[in-house]
């Protein structure tokens, strides 16, 4: 029997927005209001705005995460971000194995997973992505894909308020393309059958996003699927109007 569980609709704003796009980030926190206690909005900016907007969304519904960490917590790495600089610039949680680092730089289930070790060392919430190529979809070899993903990618000890696993299916993000609602709840009730065998029952709590190809007219259809517990927004959540009329879905 799957839990209630309050929704999070997380918004991924990749490298896109500058000090100006705070007054996007300003029409979010107003527009979340009526979301309080419904739903958790959380926006997902360039590292370079986490502070800026911690520091406006302090007291609201909505929060502010990292889009990617560095495994290790200081050192000798030009240009990374340790998970604990995140936190410490007001980041609650880090996306960790987004298919576009997967395939940009080359990152490994294995390293994803020391990244989502290492969001738990300095106290965010992993947000760990997974999702099959089209070719993949095609060969009917998703599931297992999944499988692999999961087994490799996720932490070894987990509970529903550190870890949220995001499924992406590769193909969908950024094209307007989108599996069929049996597809998606597939896929979920294995990520969740997944989960629960890792974690006992802490796993009946983390919550499965949905990505790829989000907007305000498939959210009602997409988003209300057994086991999906809310969203990860690329492109839609760029605009307040568009991210607010997906999160509205559990208005
Ligand atoms: C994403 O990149 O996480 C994503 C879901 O993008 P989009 O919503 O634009 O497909």
Redesign the pocket.
Do not use: F, Y
């Given at each position: 029997m799957a839990e209630k569980l309050r929704p999070l609709v997380a918004g991924?704003w990749?490298m896109n927005g500058l000090a100006a796009s705070a007054a996007e980030f300003g029409k979010v926190v107003a527009g979340a209001a009526p979301l309080a206690g419904k739903a958790d909005l959380m926006i997902c900016p360039p590292a370079t705005l986490i502070p800026a907007f911690a520091a406006s969304a302090r007291g609201s519904a909505v929060t502010v995460g990292g889009q990617d960490c560095h495994a290790k917590a200081s050192g000798a790495h030009t240009g990374d971000l340790a998970a604990e600089m995140l936190a410490d610039a007001g980041a609650v949680a880090v996306i960790v194995g987004?298919s576009?680092r997967r395939a940009d730089h080359g990152e490994t289930d294995a390293q994803v997973r020391d990244k989502a070790q290492a969001a738990h060392r300095a106290g965010l919430t992993a947000i760990v992505?997974v999702g099959e190529q089209r070719s993949e979809r095609e060969a009917r070899e998703t599931l297992a894909v999944i499988g692999r993903q999961l087994e490799g990618s996720l932490p070894d000890a987990a509970t529903g308020a550190n870890l949220v696993v995001?499924y992406?299916p590769v193909w969908?993000?950024?094209?307007g393309l989108t599996p069929t609602p049996a597809d998606v709840g597939e896929v979920h009730a294995f990520i969740r059958q997944h989960l629960r065998q890792r974690y006992g029952a802490e796993g009946g709590r983390v919550r499965i996003l949905y990505?790829?190809?989000?907007k305000p007219a498939n959210a009602g259809e997409l988003l209300t699927i057994a086991d999906v517990n809310g969203a990860?927004?690329?492109?839609?959540?760029l605009k307040a109007d568009d991210f607010l009329g997906i999160a509205a879905v559990y208005g």
């Open positions: 991924n990749k987004h576009e992505c995001a992406e969908a993000i950024g094209t990505g790829g190809s989000v990860l927004v690329g492109g839609a959540s």
